[in-house]
């Protein structure tokens, strides 16, 4: 330990603040407080489980959505701040409190729907988007961590136009993006200056809102971090995946993955997750001590466990022995009907499996289509068709759509289009308006030669991952998680649709 602790101090690489974040998860690696039975750290062992590095004593949840709504009526006591009056003001308290929202990363990952918020201040509109491009600028500059997520519409607003125009001209990679979109609520002048500003700097995504709506029993939901469905005043205590991939080496067969390896390890993970969250709950004191829990900007009880999977492609083929690809996943009829004979099993094991403390999501967990992490080697995220693999995107979409309604709490696809295609934006917004009556539930495109691209469900730019690669000092760490993407997971070679 000490000498890991010497290198984290020399290294040449780390910021400041990225040492200290380094440094803090070190000293929580020293601690062995959770209770891990054998066979749960066999699985964690064999990386068929794994807890995404939120450290050995859960001591905030991983991901935090405060009602940030409430908090603009009432200001907080805490904090001692009154209501805001004007956008100047506004635009300080969102920013004092973002300094003060906990999350796996540090930094906060959801900053509300920000053109909401800033919508009632706008009245000189020079002074406003003055006040909105500084306010953007500096949650780029501080919250150095493009896992951090706002939220747009689904109505359009003078603020939603200003935060575009401003992320444009900024080209930054913090916040990331995502619009509500609702075909009969936003206007398609709208949608389209969303895909136009998603050409060039990678956000916004789109989130189908009628889907989401409805999972969210009619109520208004955040999408944080990545792409995460999340409850508004809660949040989810914990993330853990399983690697299907890896799992499938462990069966003998396809029956003997359903019926045997996939509920034992579910039950392993599950009660992985329970011990992981009634520490935080139980034994932390995060909730009686946050005077976001104190001041009502989060409960308790709109928290809830997000079951991640990866390599849902690797896992199929592996079970039926799949070389060529017309046999593969996203190719085979027979191969994607597996896909969702798996999931559609997973989805039953996980809600069948009863928990204390996840009220908000009638005490099961949630399925979450997880990303990947930069170490991944030919592992695809979530329910994802391996990168080289992709087919015409009509096909594309109508296989992927299979996939998203089972995960409430998040899943998503990522479409690069070429010059000529971005030339057209209005083209694209019918093919994310096709894919959401197809039944997909998040939508994600870039433009090939911009700077800021879409790794994962996070943002980075092309430049600075070049500058990390020559062993330059860079901002934002989701840098490297980029980089290693770049390296390990083929990022940069996703099929590029133009006119298909």
Known sequence: MSDQILSIIKNRVL??????????????????????????????????????????????????????????????KFLELEPAKD?????????????????????????????????????????????????????????????????????KTKAGEMILRATVELNTMTPNLTLKYDEDITPDDFAIQCVETSLKVAKPSFSNYKMFQKDFYGKDYAIASCYNGLS????????????????????????????????????????????????????????ESSFLAKEDLIYRDRFSGMFGMVGLAECVNKIIGAEKKEDKFGWSKYADDLGVKIIDKLQELVHNYKVKYCE?????????????????????????????????????????????????????????????????????????????????????VYSTDADVIRITGYLVKKSEMEKLYKNEQVMQQTVVFGLGARENSRILERKVRGNE
């Not at 906060?108 to 000189?124: F, S």
């Not at 205590?237 to 045997?260: F, G, I, Q």
């Open 232 to 287: 508004i005043g809660g949040g989810a205590y914990t993330l853990v995946r399983l690697n299907l991939a890896k799992l499938a080496d462990e069966a003998k067969d396809e029956e003997d993955l359903l019926n045997n390896k996939l509920p034992d390890a579910v039950n392993k993970m599950a009660r992985f997750m329970d011990e992981r969250i009634r520490f935080l709950v139980e034994e932390s004191g995060f909730f």
């Open 15 to 76: 910021t400041y603040e990225q040492k200290l974040r380094t440094l803090a998860g070190a000293a929580e690696g020293t601690l062995s407080v959770l209770n891990i039975t054998p066979d749960i750290q066999e699985y964690r062992d064999k990386g068929i489980i794994c807890d995404l590095f939120e450290g050995n004593a859960p001591y905030r949840a991983r991901y935090i959505t405060p009602d940030y709504e409430k908090f603009m009526k009432q200001g907080s």
């Open 360 to 444: 908000i999501t009638d005490n099961h967990y949630v399925l979450h289509a997880q990303v990947g992490i930069d170490t991944d080697h030919g592992i695809s995220p979530g329910c994802r068709i391996p990168i080289g693999d992709e087919p015409v995107l009509p096909k594309h979409i109508k296989q992927t759509a299979r996939f998203h309604p089972y995960f409430k709490s998040g899943i998503g696809d990522i479409f690069p289009f070429d010059e000529m295609a971005s030339k057209n934006p209005a083209s694209i917004l019918d093919i994310i308006k096709g894919a959401f009556k197809e039944g997909m539930r998040y939508f994600s």
């Open 87 to 155: 956008i100047w003001e506004a635009t300080t308290n969102l920013l004092i409190l973002y300094n003060h929202v906990p999350s796996i990363t540090s930094y906060p990952v959801y900053l509300g729907n920000i053109d909401m918020l800033l919508e009632p201040y706008i009245k000189n509109e020079e002074e406003a988007y003055k006040a909105i491009k500084l306010f953007l600028l500096q949650i780029d500059r501080t919250i150095t961590d493009s896992f951090c997520h706002a939220n747009l519409g689904p109505e």
